[in-house]
Structures are given as structure tokens and as C-alpha cells.
């Protein structure tokens, strides 16, 4: 009985055992056609001339990569240096992510063992609380915030009010209001692993650890965050990996000095500049960082699994 | 488990924190909601509490762009979370009922592939391949992209839905002689039911909700609602606007709601 429990029809169930190819066929359809494959025409267009109004021009080229890296001189007959403009814009992705990343971390990892202490029949609920913002339009969210955090915006009205300060906190336009738009976009993320690891943790190990006279902070910095080091990992990658390449946060609170890879790649398909090749390339640099940072955690969650093993 | 002394749980100025937590999370929406009924003409100074700016969204000089934005968003969804919703059960009922395959791995990675790639590179890869294809971008691009990165999130709720339903149950009704068809849709699918209902429901907010992959495969003219905002947004925020997205962001956590305690009654089975 326990064993078909345990199953719970998951790893043995085969009733569908001769149909799987069909069933599987429309996501596989779907997720190919339109998302896989693009993702493949778009590491095509990279290596493809640019067409000046948008577009491309069927002629390989390695143009879109060389821009990316290297200065040629305004007509290209220079010997090339190194070109810091769009590596700086990457640099600066990776820096806010971390920044947002560590805030969500700094205000997530207490959130999330708060709730994960509470009694067993309230943490739904909590945990309810905290992930009903991430279902809310992240447009909204963000406009939301650009309208709380305004030079006369309700919240320096407030510090005004209470004679905290006498002029307003320019926070709108500037790198950490970039950081407080991603930190608010991504924060059950950081929240619910790290939660769900804090749930299992054994707090008889803590328990242990006070009757051999270590400190609360002592057991805690080296009992339980090595015990839910894999969540606090997970949350990390959640919130940075998202964080990374997007467009709304830079876009609504940066203004135009705190310009991020997602606002580089938009513009070459919605504004100005329109170099289809160029954009293309650097969506494929992202993904490649993207897709290193996700494989690295793989392998260590797998690290994990095996050492809890 | 020994029962473990409470105060060796609990640390100080955690459960301040969490506070704090939620203050932040709420706080925007709190406030926009406020000043979605503020009567002034400014966003900035409170006149008194009125509901003009919910008339001008109907009524007033933006109100045909918003209909016609609001029609778009909401057929979208609503095939786009019907499509994915179908799509998503039978991928989990191979999944999960299909027993040890080797496309397995790769399938799953397949399915959540859209929740991998950041958002921006699928939306400029769905933009690329719809331009490659000489597809004219409009209506029917949005929609069927959205089904595809809908797939995953109702995928998700329904495959961990599965997981927790035995399949001795469609055993034994196939041992009485029910086909297995009959076993699917009398036994396998109302058990299914709440799983299935919280996948659609999240399938049609993150529909309702895309900006990114929507602004660019969506044609010249075609609006949805979070690109009509987005779009009146970048010339300062409007009242009318507050307006909107009070009610969107409603629309939005009455869904989360009903999924939330769909999924809840079935954990009392």
C-alpha cells in the first residue's frame, strides 16, 4: 500500500504507454515550430547582412558580431580595437541584476523563513500574500512604482511631510531606481525556493546546535544556510536570470544613462536603429550567458541531489 | 518530528522584515489604486474621491483604442489559454502516464524551454521567424505566440495535478471493462478538473499580461491592452491610465484567487 502510495502513479503509470508519441505531438508542434525554431532563425540572422529600413539581406556576415566587439573607426578601415560601448551595456546588465538579486536576497531569505516557521496551516496563505504581486501586470507593477517613487510622487510627499527631508529623493532615472523596479518584478522568486527549502530543513539540527552553545546567528550562518544553500541558489538564478535581459524596469525607472541589454535589443527592432543582425547577435550573447548560468546550476543542483542522496 | 523549541526558530527582525516585504509588494498597487479615483486633473494632488477617469476610459476621447485594446486582449487570452490548457494535458498525460521514455527529458525541456529563454530573445526570435516566413504581423502573430509560451504555465499545475492522482483508479475502472477512452474522460478528467482549471487560469493572466513578446510580433494598429498602456505610459501617467490598470491588476487577482482555492480543495481529497 505504501508503495503504490509513494508511486502515486507517477513513475510506474504507463496506461498511455503507446499513445505518448501523439499526445505528444501538438507541444512538441507548437513549442518547435514557434519557439525552438525561431530561436534557431534567430542564430541564422546574426550571421546575415543588414538591410538599412529593418530586415535582413541573405549574404552571410560576420558584421553584427564585429560591431559588437570591436571599434573599426567611423569607416571601417582602422585597425580594430577593442569596443567598450556594448560590452559596457552587458557589464552594466550583470551589475544591476546582482544588485537586484542581492536586495531580493537580503529581504527574501528572512520573508522566506519567516513563513516557513510559521504553523503548518498558515503558510499557504502567506505564501498566497506574497506571490498575488507577481500575477499582477509586470507593466502595471512597474508603472506603479515609477508613480510612488516620483520627485512629487506620494512617497517624498510622505518623508516631506513627516519633516524627514526638505526636498524631494531623486530616485526616478537613476541605477538604483532600476535595481528596486527588478527586486520588486522578481521577489517570489527568490522567495518560494528558498521557502520550500527552509520547509524541509530538520530544526532539530538547530535544536543541537543551541544546546552546544552556539549562538542563534552562529547556527544559523552555519547550520541552516548550508542545510537550504540549493533553494537559496535557485532563488538567485530565478531572480538574475530574468533580471538580466529585461526591458521595462531600465526602460520606465533608468531613463535613457542606465540603458540595459533589453533596451540595446529593442531598439534594433523598434526604434531608430534598426540593425536586425546586430540585435540578433546580441540576443544570442545574452542567451548564451543565460544558458551557462542555468546549465552551471543544473550541475550543482545535481551536486546537491546526490550529496542529500 | 520532536517538537523543536519555538524560540530557536524564530529570530528577530524577521518577521519585521516580512512585513516590510509586503508593505513593498503592495504599497505601488495600493497607491495607484488610491489615486485611480482621484478627481484632480494632476496626478499628483488628491481633490477628493470621484469615478470620472473609470467614465473616461469608457467614454472619453481614448475610450475606442481602449475597447478595441481591452477586445483584443481578452479573445487572446482566452484562445490562447484554451489552446495551451489542451495542449498542456495531453503533454502531461504522456508525461506522467506514458511510463519511462527517452524523449522524456527532452520533451520536459522542450515544454519549459519558454520559461528558459529570457523573455526579450523569444519575443525578437518570434519576430525573426514570423518576418523570415514573409508572415504579415497582426492579430493571429500575437495569438499564436501566446500559445506557445502559455504552455508551460498551464502545463505545470496540470502535470503536478496528475502526479498526485493514483492511476489505480483508471485501473480498476478498466478492469470493469472501460475503455481506456471512457477511463480518461470519466475518471482521469474529473480528478484532473482542479488542476486543469488553475493551469487555464494562469495560462490566460500570463496571456493577459505579456508586454514584451506581444510589442513585437504584434502588427502596426493592433494594440492589447499592456501595449496601449505602455504606449500612453511613455508621454507621462494619466490619470485614465491609473484607471485601467486598477482595473486590470483586479482582473488579475480575482483570477489568482479562484485559482488559489480551486487548487487548495484539492488538497482535502
Same mark, same amino acid.
Given at each position: 500500500?505504501?508503495?503504490?502510495?509513494?508511486?502515486?502513479?507517477?513513475?510506474?503509470?504507463?496506461?498511455?504507454?503507446?499513445?505518448?508519441?501523439? %499526445?505528444?505531438?501538438?507541444?512538441?508542434?507548437?513549442?518547435?515550430?514557434?519557439?525552438?525554431?525561431?530561436?534557431?532563425?534567430? %542564430?541564422?540572422?546574426?550571421?546575415?547582412?543588414?538591410?538599412?529600413?529593418?530586415?535582413?539581406?541573405?549574404?552571410?556576415?560576420?558584421?553584427?558580431?564585429?560591431?559588437?566587439?570591436?571599434?573599426?573607426?567611423?569607416?571601417?578601415?582602422?585597425?580594430?580595437?577593442?569596443?567598450?560601448?556594448?560590452?559596457?551595456?552587458?557589464?552594466?546588465?550583470?551589475?544591476?541584476?546582482?544588485?537586484?538579486?542581492? %536586495?531580493?536576497l537580503?529581504?527574501?531569505?528572512?520573508?522566506?523563513?519567516?513563513? /516557513?516557521?510559521?504553523?503548518?496551516n498558515?503558510?499557504?496563505v502567506?505564501?498566497?500574500?506574497?506571490?498575488?504581486?507577481?500575477?499582477?501586470?509586470?507593466?502595471?507593477?512597474? *508603472?506603479?512604482?515609477?508613480?510612488?517613487?516620483?520627485?512629487?510622487?506620494?512617497?517624498?510627499?510622505?518623508?516631506?511631510?513627516?519633516?524627514?527631508?526638505?526636498?524631494?529623493?531623486?530616485?526616478?532615472?537613476?541605477?538604483?531606481?532600476?535595481q %528596486?523596479?527588478?527586486?520588486?518584478?522578481?521577489?517570489?522568486?527568490?522567495?518560494?525556493?528558498?521557502?520550500?527549502? *527552509?520547509?524541509r530543513?530538520?530544526?532539530?539540527?538547530?535544536e543541537?546546535?543551541?544546546?552546544l552553545?552556539?549562538?542563534?546567528?552562529?547556527?544559523?550562518?552555519?547550520? *541552516?544556510l548550508?542545510?537550504?544553500?540549493?533553494?537559496?541558489?535557485?532563488?538567485?538564478?530565478?531572480?538574475?536570470?530574468?533580471?538580466?535581459?529585461?526591458?521595462? /524596469?531600465?526602460d520606465?525607472?533608468?531613463?535613457?544613462?542606465?540603458?540595459m541589454?533589453?533596451?540595446?535589443?529593442?531598439e534594433?527592432?523598434?526604434?531608430? /536603429?534598426?540593425?536586425?543582425?546586430?540585435?540578433?547577435?546580441?540576443?544570442?550573447?545574452?542567451?548564451?550567458?543565460?544558458?551557462?548560468?542555468?546549465?552551471?546550476?543544473?550541475r550543482?543542483?545535481?551536486?546537491?541531489?546526490?550529496?542529500?542522496? | 518530528?520532536?517538537?523543536?523549541?519555538?524560540?530557536?526558530?524564530?529570530?528577530?527582525?524577521?518577521?519585521?522584515?516580512?512585513?516590510?516585504?509586503?508593505?513593498?509588494?503592495? $504599497?505601488?498597487?495600493v #497607491?495607484?489604486?488610491?489615486?485611480?479615483?482621484?478627481?484632480?486633473?494632476?496626478?499628483?494632488?488628491w481633490?477628493?474621491?470621484?469615478?470620472?477617469?473609470?467614465?473616461?476610459?469608457?467614454?472619453?476621447?481614448?475610450?475606442?483604442?481602449?475597447?478595441?485594446? $481591452?477586445?483584443?486582449?481578452?479573445?487572446?487570452?482566452?484562445?490562447?489559454?484554451?489552446?495551451?490548457?489542451?495542449?498542456?494535458?495531453?503533454?502531461?498525460?504522456?508525461?506522467?502516464?506514458?511510463?519511462?521514455? &527517452?524523449?522524456?527529458?527532452?520533451?520536459?525541456?522542450?515544454?519549459?524551454?519558454?520559461?528558459?529563454?529570457?523573455?526579450?530573445?523569444?519575443?525578437?526570435?518570434?519576430?525573426?521567424?514570423?518576418?523570415?516566413?514573409?508572415?504579415?504581423?497582426?492579430?493571429?502573430?500575437?495569438?499564436?505566440?501566446?500559445? $506557445?509560451?502559455?504552455?508551460?504555465?498551464?502545463?505545470?499545475?496540470?502535470?503536478?495535478?496528475?502526479?498526485?492522482?493514483?492511476?489505480?483508479?483508471?485501473?480498476?475502472?478498466?478492469?470493469?471493462?472501460?475503455?481506456?477512452?471512457?477511463?480518461?474522460? &470519466?475518471?482521469l478528467?474529473?480528478?484532473?478538473?482542479?488542476? #486543469?482549471?488553475?493551469?487555464?487560469?494562469? =495560462?490566460? #493572466?500570463?496571456?493577459?499580461?505579456?508586454?514584451?513578446?506581444?510589442?513585437?510580433?504584434?502588427g502596426?494598429?493592433?494594440?492589447?491592452?499592456p501595449?496601449?498602456?505602455?504606449?500612453?505610459? &511613455?508621454?507621462?501617467?494619466?490619470?485614465?491610465?491609473? =484607471?485601467?490598470?486598477?482595473?486590470?491588476?483586479s482582473?488579475?487577482?480575482?483570477?489568482?484567487?479562484?485559482?488559489?482555492?480551486?487548487?487548495?480543495?484539492?488538497?482535502?481529497?
Amino acid at each position: 500500500m505504501a508503495a503504490g502510495a509513494a508511486s502515486g502513479g507517477s513513475a510506474r503509470a504507463d496506461t498511455y504507454k503507446d499513445a505518448r508519441g501523439w %499526445l505528444l505531438l501538438p507541444s512538441w508542434a507548437v513549442l518547435g515550430i514557434f519557439v525552438l525554431g525561431p530561436v534557431c532563425m534567430m %542564430l541564422i540572422y546574426s550571421f546575415l547582412t543588414k538591410e538599412f529600413r529593418g530586415g535582413v539581406i541573405w549574404e552571410p556576415s560576420l558584421a553584427a558580431y564585429d560591431q559588437f566587439f570591436f571599434d573599426r573607426g567611423l569607416f571601417g578601415d582602422e585597425p580594430p580595437k577593442l569596443e567598450w560601448t556594448y560590452i559596457t551595456i552587458f557589464w552594466r546588465s550583470i551589475w544591476q541584476a546582482g544588485a537586484a538579486t542581492l %536586495l531580493s536576497l537580503l529581504i527574501g531569505f528572512p520573508t522566506a523563513y519567516f513563513i /516557513a516557521t510559521r504553523p503548518e496551516n498558515v503558510r499557504p496563505v502567506w505564501v498566497f500574500l506574497i506571490t498575488i504581486p507577481y500575477w499582477v501586470n509586470l507593466l502595471i507593477r512597474t *508603472v506603479s512604482m515609477k508613480f510612488l517613487l516620483r520627485d512629487q510622487g506620494p512617497l517624498n510627499d510622505f518623508l516631506i511631510g513627516t519633516g524627514l527631508i526638505d526636498s524631494p529623493i531623486h530616485i526616478v532615472n537613476t541605477n538604483f531606481a532600476v535595481q %528596486l523596479g527588478l527586486f520588486y518584478s522578481y521577489l517570489p522568486f527568490m522567495v518560494l525556493p528558498i521557502y520550500a527549502a *527552509v520547509e524541509r530543513y530538520n530544526f532539530s539540527l538547530s535544536e543541537a546546535a543551541a544546546d552546544l552553545y552556539a549562538s542563534k546567528w552562529t547556527t544559523l550562518r552555519r547550520i *541552516v544556510l548550508p542545510a537550504v544553500k540549493p533553494g537559496v541558489v535557485a532563488g538567485c538564478i530565478l531572480v538574475f536570470v530574468p533580471s538580466m535581459g529585461s526591458f521595462l /524596469a531600465p526602460d520606465l525607472l533608468g531613463g535613457a544613462k542606465n540603458f540595459m541589454i533589453g533596451s540595446l535589443i529593442e531598439e534594433q527592432f523598434k526604434g531608430n /536603429a534598426g540593425n536586425w543582425p546586430f540585435g540578433a547577435a546580441a540576443s544570442m550573447i545574452l542567451l548564451t550567458m543565460v544558458l551557462i548560468i542555468l546549465m552551471f546550476s543544473a550541475r550543482q543542483q545535481a551536486k546537491a541531489d546526490k550529496a542529500g542522496g | 518530528m520532536a517538537h523543536v523549541n519555538e524560540n530557536i526558530k524564530t529570530y528577530k527582525g524577521f518577521r519585521a522584515i516580512t512585513l516590510l516585504c509586503l508593505v513593498v509588494l503592495y $504599497a505601488p498597487l495600493v #497607491i495607484v489604486t488610491i489615486y485611480s479615483f482621484n478627481a484632480s486633473q494632476s496626478i499628483t494632488n488628491w481633490e477628493g474621491l470621484s469615478f470620472r477617469w473609470y467614465a473616461d476610459v469608457f467614454t472619453g476621447p481614448e475610450s475606442a483604442k481602449f475597447k478595441s485594446a $481591452a477586445f483584443n486582449s481578452f479573445t487572446i487570452a482566452i484562445m490562447a489559454a484554451t489552446a495551451s490548457t489542451m495542449i498542456a494535458t495531453l503533454a502531461a498525460t504522456a508525461m506522467v502516464r506514458g511510463g519511462q521514455f &527517452k524523449m522524456r527529458t527532452v520533451s520536459f525541456g522542450l515544454i519549459s524551454l519558454p520559461l528558459m529563454v529570457p523573455e526579450i530573445v523569444t519575443a525578437v526570435a518570434t519576430l525573426i521567424f514570423f518576418n523570415a516566413i514573409g508572415f504579415t504581423r497582426g492579430y493571429l502573430t500575437i495569438l499564436v505566440a501566446h500559445v $506557445a509560451f502559455c504552455i508551460p504555465f498551464a502545463y505545470l499545475p496540470i502535470s503536478a495535478r496528475m502526479q498526485g492522482i493514483e492511476d489505480s483508479f483508471e485501473q480498476a475502472a478498466m478492469d470493469l471493462y472501460a475503455t481506456r477512452r471512457q477511463a480518461f474522460t &470519466k475518471i482521469l478528467m474529473p480528478l484532473m478538473a482542479p488542476g #486543469i482549471i488553475s493551469g487555464f487560469l494562469l =495560462a490566460f #493572466i500570463v496571456s493577459l499580461d505579456d508586454f514584451i513578446i506581444t510589442n513585437f510580433v504584434k502588427g502596426a494598429g493592433v494594440e492589447t491592452l499592456p501595449t496601449a498602456i505602455f504606449g500612453s505610459v &511613455k508621454q507621462g501617467i494619466k490619470p485614465n491610465i491609473m =484607471a485601467i490598470s486598477t482595473m486590470l491588476l483586479s482582473v488579475s487577482i480575482v483570477m489568482v484567487t479562484i485559482s488559489y482555492f480551486v487548487s487548495k480543495s484539492d488538497s482535502t481529497k
